[in-house]
């Protein structure tokens, strides 16, 4: 007769299990190959013939003790019957819940893939813990957009207004300011070309370097020709750093110029810029 509705998910499967013993007139104890709760949890036959139980046998666990020795050569064997008819039953698709798995149960093996949609939170680090203190979220490059008159012998804060990229908006009026929630190590780079305005003078030197909240920090320079008879028209000076910056500390890249004959320099805005990341959290 058809089901009305859906067709239930449900099977049956009988899965006696049957011991075969060869008696020899003296045994009374064998060994099963399952346990049993009681005796009328097997059927026992001796010579086709099926014994009662507690009074021709009795059995605990796995011992079977018959209450007389089967004779040599009899037909001896036992069936494993009761509880052993089992039912299984198939969830419908899509009405298993997250209920019904039980924690930690799902395997690697059990995964075929994942959208990187489902990937979110704290990426693990290789003993499980959670990844911390990286950086790589706060960048900036910047150029000169004209050249600057370098006053010689003096530290002039170099004007670099062309933003190439500027993530959270942190370079603004030639500074670079670390926002709200993103202190750590950074790494500056400054470049100043350093131009002196009269063909044939001789540079004496160029310098570049980053300031900290109106302090400069390490002083690179790029060379140091006191002398005569060496003429330098252009030579390029690299402020190149790591530095811990808290929030709200202001970066600003100066150079420093001066030409041996007395001469003021500009910077080459073609190639004055500057760039940074933040390289880890703190």
Request: net charge negative; proline share 3%; glycine share 10%.
């Amino acid at each position: 007769m058809p089901f009305l509705g859906n067709q239930p998910q449900q099977g049956f499967a009988n899965s006696v299990v049957k011991d075969d013993f060869t008696p020899n007139g003296s045994t009374t104890a064998f060994t099963l190959s399952k346990s049993a709760a009681s005796a009328n949890d097997i059927e026992v036959y001796v010579g086709n013939v099926r014994q009662e139980p507690t009074d021709a046998y009795t059995v605990s666990g796995t011992t079977l003790t018959m209450s007389e020795a089967p004779a040599s050569g009899l037909n001896f064997y036992v069936l494993h019957v009761q509880g052993t008819v089992q039912s299984s039953i198939a969830p419908q698709s899509n009405s298993v819940g997250t209920g019904i798995i039980q924690n930690s149960a799902v395997t690697d093996a059990k995964i075929a893939g994942m959208a990187s949609s489902k990937l979110t939170g704290a990426m693990p680090a290789l003993d499980g813990s959670a990844l911390t203190n990286l950086g790589g979220d706060i960048a900036f490059a910047v150029q000169a957009s004209g050249d600057q008159t370098m006053s010689r012998g003096s530290w002039v804060h170099i004007t670099l207004t062309t933003e190439t990229f500027d993530t959270s908006g942190v370079w603004a009026n030639s500074t670079f300011t670390v926002p709200s929630g993103k202190a750590g190590l950074y790494f500056l780079y400054g470049h100043i070309s350093h131009y002196y305005v009269n063909a044939g003078s001789d540079g004496e030197y160029g310098d570049a370097r980053w300031y900290k909240n109106g302090s400069g920090l390490i002083t690179q320079r790029a060379l140091n020709m006191a002398g005569t008879g060496r003429h330098i028209k252009e030579l390029a000076a690299v402020a190149c750093q790591l530095v811990d910056l808290a929030v709200g500390d202001e970066l600003k890249l100066y150079g420093n110029s001066a030409d041996n004959n007395g001469n003021s320099a500009i910077t080459n805005a073609s190639n004055t810029y500057a760039f940074g990341f933040r390289v880890r959290a703190s």
